[in-house]
């Protein structure tokens, strides 16, 4: 699969522009983008490389700790299904 860098490139501008004035909290399942990223690192889809994630800790207004979501179950040791 070819990964488009460039058009990443430019939403990442975009977004690098704009304030986010929400309130986060642990916990908490967020639409985020992740981006185009290199090697196994988690990617985002479709148009703004947005995926579901979960809070899992949030260290001051600009950072927190997110696990990406999935729709697809993996049978391997290293993921866990949530009912």
């Excluded at 889809?45 to 700790?65: G, S």
């Amino acid at each position: 699969m070819e990964k488009d860098f460039d058009r990443w490139n430019g939403e990442k501008k975009k977004i690098e522009r704009t304030t986010f004035a929400d309130f986060v909290h642990m916990r908490e399942v967020w639409w985020c983008s992740l981006g185009v990223n290199i090697g196994a690192e988690e990617n985002g889809n479709e148009e703004f490389f947005e995926r579901p994630v979960l809070v899992v800790r949030k260290f001051n207004q600009d950072m927190v700790l997110v696990v990406p979501l999935t729709s697809q179950p993996k049978r391997t040791p290293y993921h866990f299904v949530f009912p």
